[in-house]
């Protein structure tokens, strides 16, 4: 079976500052991973996917994620958070497009 | 709509009672899957259907728990006997093409049991 870790439940930044939300998973064979983003009163919506081409994937509103295979990491980070950043972050793994595992979530708080 | 809808957005219930969940996915989407969000907690993994194939079952956590889907496109999830263990917000999703890994959410019903 598959597993995400997500170190952290709550990350608080500065507008401008770093984003860094580190997400590690666990799969025998190889993975697919996902990042999906809800804002308050939102359901989730697909922010970036690795699906084996690039490992440094570019997704929505400036965000990426790196695939380390030998970190077992998929961590998401932009360079410089917005108010607008502010949500829940769920990273997700599949092996076969047939069951996808969330993580436990990162609200991430983005200070003025 | 365009996108996936759950009602109802939110259901309080008595102890004991059983609930019906409901899910109308986006049309032309095959799978559909049901998560349950506790408080805290992830997203946890109920059941799974594709096409007409036998739904993947494996994440309903009781007996209690069961969900139907019709003519490939509304889904229905069932609680018997609620249980304040069962208080949390039952996300419904849908997914067109399992290649691209994007669900579509709906915003999720918040079921409370007193």
């Known amino acids: 079976a598959q597993s995400v870790t997500q170190l952290g439940s709550h990350v608080s930044v500065s507008e401008g500052a770093l984003v860094l939300l580190r997400c590690n998973y666990s799969?025998?064979?190889?993975?697919?991973l996902f990042w999906y983003v809800q804002y308050p009163n939102q359901g989730l919506q697909l922010l970036l996917k690795?699906?084996?081409?690039?490992?440094l994937v570019k997704g929505i509103n400036g965000f990426e994620a790196e695939f380390k295979k030998s970190e077992t990491s998929f961590h998401l980070t932009k360079p410089s958070a917005h108010m607008s950043d502010a949500a829940e972050y769920f990273c997700?793994?599949?092996?076969?497009?047939?069951?996808?595992?969330f993580g436990s979530g990162t609200k991430l708080n983005v200070k003025p | 709509g365009a996108g996936v809808s759950q009602s109802p957005s939110n259901k309080v219930t008595e102890k004991g009672k059983d609930v019906e969940l409901r899910c109308d996915p986006i049309?032309?989407?095959?799978?559909l899957y049901w998560y349950r969000q506790s408080l805290g907690q992830g997203l946890e993994f109920l059941i799974y259907?594709?096409?007409?194939?036998?739904?993947?079952k494996s994440g309903l956590p009781s007996d209690r728990f069961s969900a139907e889907r019709t003519g490939g496109s509304v889904s229905t999830l069932t609680i018997q006997r609620t249980q304040q263990e069962d208080s949390a917000v039952y996300l419904c999703?849908?997914?067109?093409?399992?290649?691209?890994?994007?669900?579509?959410f709906g915003e999720g019903s918040r079921l409370t049991v007193l």
């Open positions: 049309s032309g989407h095959t799978a």
């Open positions: 259907f594709q096409g007409n194939s036998a739904p993947d």
């Open positions: 999703a849908s997914l067109k093409d399992p290649t691209t890994g994007e669900l579509f």
């Open positions: 799969s025998s064979v190889p993975p697919y």
């Open positions: 997700a793994v599949t092996v076969n497009f047939n069951k996808f595992y």
């Open positions: 690795y699906t084996s081409a690039a490992t």
